[in-house]
């Protein structure tokens, strides 16, 4: 994955936390393959990854974020920026019914999606009524029939047994019961075909100039990677849409036709589809995408904590000493409180990557345990702080006494603080944090 990847990008950058030329490179370089391998579009990912430089090269110098993070964060700002950035909403009509198309590639998902579109809107006070447009397959009709039934939505459908009718006169009979029936809102399912094909596009053209939609949803199956840009051109150029719906987000794709069809086509996506169920279904939210896409929504997490937690200078500081081993337990303990300000210390972990290794040393610091560390601590004088090795056994004692705990308790943590004082040594060792190394910085 990414975090891997990145992780071992990480190792390689060393010193002040500077975003040097290198940097950027090597960390624009693992991103550019997490692109790719998310499906995305080869010629938006150089736009893209030649976007990304030019800012990282002007950017301000982090204190609260290594290079790499950095890089990170203003990679998924950008990602986040050109899904879209705000939820871009439904175009409702200003006279009733608002009139919706959806066009895509047979097997794309427009029928699903015609049954959870209208179920959501029905939860929102809208009267939904669904047009059965594709005549093509034997069973469309009687899937969207299926579909509205479960949606609890009326089916606007033609008469059986008049032969195969004809989808644009279907369309156009659709709108005007609508009208009548007052329904405020009208969705047309369309016929798709497996690829691209004239005589689909022409019918769809002439389906949306008979029933002049306030919104052309181009639905398209987050599986098909690559092929999502040529269809989407296809579609842009030969109907017209004015958003997208994404289909099939609970499989593994990760997302990349999502951000080469919103560059390529400029049209904003609206909705995303995850499941066969009509709940299955959702709002586009640009900042999950982007972090699906980058593969490393836990590493986001963290750092946007990591900016709202820390001190940048108080942490600077601590990394120094805790490169150089010289860290106190006074710091100790206000590293301990800026962490604990973050979250659980286990979901910390988890997300902190190479962090798979220390989790056994540190798995016995669960929160009542922290509690403990804690009251310790502060039973200590600041000079038992300042230097952890002058506290002998009538300190110990005395310390015990005080805090309310065992004697055993105390030497515990001191004991795992000499451990964690040279672990951490050696992890800014290789972490390159700054102070790495002890003299030798
Ligand atoms: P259409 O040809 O564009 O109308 O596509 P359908 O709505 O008939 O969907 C084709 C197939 O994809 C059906 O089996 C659906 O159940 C399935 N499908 C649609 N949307 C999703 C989705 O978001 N996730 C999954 N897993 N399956 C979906
Ligand atoms: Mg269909």
Request: aromatic share 4%.
């Amino acid at each position: 994955t990414l975090s891997d990847r990145l992780t071992s990008v990480l190792q390689n950058l060393r010193g002040k936390g500077r975003l040097t030329e290198a940097d950027i490179d090597a960390t624009a370089r693992e991103i550019r393959v997490a692109l790719l391998e998310a499906d995305v579009a080869l010629p938006v990912v150089r736009t893209f990854i030649a976007k990304v430089k030019e800012r990282a090269k002007g950017a301000e110098v982090s204190q609260a974020l290594n290079p790499a993070q950095q890089v990170v964060k203003i990679v998924n700002e950008e990602l986040v920026g050109i899904l879209g950035g705000e939820t871009r909403r439904l175009n409702l009509a200003k006279t009733p019914p608002t009139v919706i198309m959806l066009a895509g590639l047979q097997g794309a998902g427009k029928t699903t999606l015609a049954g959870k579109l209208a179920k959501w809107l029905k939860g929102q006070g809208h009267t939904p009524m669904l047009v059965a447009c594709d005549l093509q397959r034997p069973n469309a009709v009687t899937q969207l029939q299926v579909v509205g039934q479960r949606a609890g939505v009326p089916v606007f459908a033609p008469e059986p047994g008049n032969g195969v009718g004809d989808p644009v006169d279907v369309a156009r009979k659709g709108i005007e019961e609508a009208k009548r029936a007052q329904h405020d809102v009208v969705l047309v399912d369309t016929a798709g075909r497996l690829g691209v094909d004239e005589e689909m596009m022409r019918q769809a053209v002439d389906i949306r100039a008979a029933v002049q939609p306030d919104e052309v949803l181009f639905v398209v199956d987050a599986m098909i990677g690559q092929d999502a840009v040529n269809t989407a051109t296809a579609f842009a150029d030969g109907v017209g849409f004015t958003g997208v719906v994404l289909t099939k987000l609970d499989g593994d794709a990760r997302g990349g036709a999502a951000l080469s069809v919103r560059e390529v086509t400029g049209q904003p996506i609206l909705f995303a589809s995850n499941g066969e169920k009509l709940e299955d279904f959702d709002v586009f939210h640009p900042d999950r995408m982007a972090s699906r896409i980058l593969g490393m929504g836990d590493m986001l997490t963290l750092i946007e904590q990591a900016e709202q937690a820390f001190d940048a200078d108080q942490a600077e500081a601590a990394a120094v000493k805790m490169g150089s081993g010289q860290l106190t337990l006074e710091d100790f303990l206000e590293q301990m409180l800026a962490l604990r300000k973050m979250g659980p210390i286990a979901n910390l972990l988890g997300m902190l990557p190479g962090a798979g290794q220390m989790k056994d040393q540190l798995a016995g610091l669960d929160e009542k345990h922290l509690d403990r560390v804690q009251a310790i601590i502060r039973g200590m004088t600041p000079a038992e702080r300042d230097d952890p090795k002058m506290i002998n056994a009538s300190r110990r004692l005395r310390i015990a006494n005080g805090s309310g705990v065992r004697v055993s308790d105390v030497n515990d943590l001191v004991n795992r603080f000499f451990e964690a004082r040279k672990m951490m040594s050696q992890m800014a060792g290789r972490f390159g944090l700054p102070g790495a190394g002890g003299k030798n910085n």
